[in-house]
C-alpha cells in the first residue's frame, strides 16, 4: 500500500522537467502517477507549448510509460482557444503561431486569415516567424485596432540542443512596432491556465497540488490561486535558489519519485 | 541674389519628409540646396535607413534633380560601421540586417559571420528578419555574451503603401529573448550619426543646422548638440503638434522651400 504525501484530491503537473526531459520519462514518474489513480486522485497536464496538440502530448506520456487521454493535457493552446471564444466567439484572426495552434482555434470557431482583416492578432511561440508576419500584425493594429493576446510569456523553450527563442520575443517585436500592448497571456503563470485545468479535474483549487520544477510560473501560480504547491528540483529550479525560502512551497522535493512511497 | 534665413555654415538636412517624400521632390527642394551651394554652405544628408548604401542616396537625389555626391550622404549603416570599428576593430559580427549593411561591415573590415560564434550582434531594420537569425542572436549572446548594437530606433518607416516594421521590432525582439540590452542605437536621435555628418561637413555645431521634419529625432538631436534647428512641416510633423512650443525649433516653414527667399 502506497502513502500519499499529500491530501488533495486534484493533481496538476508540469510536463518537461517534471514529468519527462525531453524524450526521457523522470525515474518513478510513471510509478507516482499510476499510485495517484489507484487511489482515486484526479491527475492532469500543464504545459505552456502551442507547439503540440493534447494528442500529442497523451501519445508521448502514454509512450513513455504513463497511459493519458487528451483530455487529461491543458496546454497553451487550448486555453487560449477557449478564452478568446468567451471574449469574441468567431472573430476574424491573424496567428503568429504553427499549425498545431492554428488547428485549435479552427476547431474552436474561429476565421483563422492569412491577412490584417482582422479583430485579433493571436501571438504564440512561433519557429516560423518572419518579418511577413510581423507586418501583417502591423497592418491589422494600423487598419482594424486589432486586439493582441498570447499563449505564453515565456523568454526561451529548453530543448536538448540548448535554450531558443519563445514567445516573448514574437510579442516584443509586435508590441515594439505597433505601440501597443498584449492584452492576455494565457499561459502560466496566468490564472487563465489553471482555472482550465481545474475545469478539466472538476475540483476545487484548495482541493488541488500544483507540481512544477519552475518557482517562477509553476509555484506562483500554484500559490496565487490557493492551491498546495510542490517545487520538484528535476528541472530547472536548483535546491539553492534562494527565491525557495521566500514563496515556501508546501514541499520540496527532488523528483515525483518522492511524492508517494 | 538669394537670401537665406540662417547664418550658418553647414546645413544638414533629413531625407524623407524634407528634401523629398518617396519618389518625388518636395517643391523647391532642388532650388534651395542649389542656392546654398552657391553662397558656399556645405551641405549633407542625413538618413536612419540602412537599406540602401550612400551611393543609391546619391543617385537618387541627382536623379531627382539635386546632384550629390556619395560623400555628402550620412546613413545609420555607414554610422554603425565606423562607430563599431572604433570599438572593437575587425571583430566578428552576426548581422540582423539587409546587404548593403553587410556590406558596408565588410569594406570596414569586420568578419560577418552566418553562426553565432561572434562578439557583436549588429540589429538593423531587416526586412528578412526571421527566427533562424533571431535564434543566431540569442546563442551568440548564450555561448560568447556577445553585445548588441542597432542602427536606429524607429518603430516604423513610412512607404508608399503605408508604415511597416522598422528596427525597434527586430531589437525588441533579440532583447527580449537575449534579456540584454542593445547597448547603442546610432541612428538619429543618438549624437554619434550627428557627430559623424559634422565632421563630414568639416564644421562645428554650433556653425550648424539641423533640418527635418520628425520634431521626436531631428529637432531633439539638433538641439541637444547646440546645433540650430529647422522643422519643416512637409512630413510628418503637423503645425499643431503641442510639442513645437515646448521643444522651440529656430524656425518652422511649411518646407524646405522657405529657407531661401
Known amino acids: 500500500m502506497s502513502a500519499i504525501r499529500l491530501p488533495q484530491r486534484g493533481w496538476l503537473f508540469d510536463l518537461d522537467g517534471t514529468v519527462y526531459l525531453g524524450e526521457a520519462l523522470i525515474p518513478g514518474a510513471a510509478d507516482t502517477i499510476a499510485a495517484l489513480r ?6 492532469a497536464f500543464l504545459s505552456n507549448k502551442p507547439l503540440y496538440t493534447r494528442e500529442d502530448y497523451a501519445d508521448k506520456l502514454t509512450r513513455l510509460g504513463v497511459p493519458t487521454r487528451p483530455d487529461e493535457v491543458v496546454n497553451s493552446s487550448i486555453v487560449l482557444a477557449r478564452h478568446l471564444r468567451r471574449l ?17 482555434l479552427r476547431a474552436h470557431g474561429f476565421e483563422v486569415r492569412a491577412d490584417a482583416d482582422v479583430r485579433w492578432v493571436v501571438i504564440a511561440f ?8 510581423l507586418n501583417t500584425a502591423l497592418q491589422a493594429v494600423r487598419r482594424h485596432d486589432a486586439r493582441l493576446i498570447a499563449t505564453n510569456p515565456d523568454r526561451t523553450c529548453p ?4 535554450e531558443i527563442p519563445d514567445c516573448a520575443g514574437m510579442m516584443a517585436a509586435v508590441e515594439a512596432v505597433t505601440g501597443k500592448t498584449v492584452e492576455v497571456v494565457v499561459g502560466k503563470p496566468s490564472p487563465i491556465i489553471l ?3 481545474l475545469q478539466t479535474l472538476g475540483v476545487e483549487a484548495r482541493d488541488c497540488v500544483m507540481v512544477g520544477d519552475r518557482i517562477e510560473t509553476d509555484i506562483v501560480m500554484g500559490k496565487r490561486l ?31 519519485r518522492a511524492l508517494v512511497s
Request: hydrophobic share 45%.
Open 38 to 43: 489507484a487511489a482515486g486522485r484526479r491527475v
Open 159 to 162: 530543448t536538448a540542443e540548448g
Open 88 to 104: 469574441d466567439a468567431g472573430a476574424p484572426v491573424f496567428v503568429i503561431g504553427e499549425p498545431p495552434l492554428i488547428g485549435e
Open 195 to 197: 482555472e482550465v485545468a
Open 226 to 256: 490557493g492551491l498546495a504547491t510542490v517545487l520538484v528540483l528535476s528541472g530547472i529550479t536548483r535546491a539553492d535558489d534562494p527565491r525557495i525560502a521566500e514563496l515556501r512551497p508546501d514541499l520540496v522535493v527532488d523528483s515525483i
Open 126 to 133: 512561433d519557429r516560423t516567424f518572419d518579418y511577413a508576419k
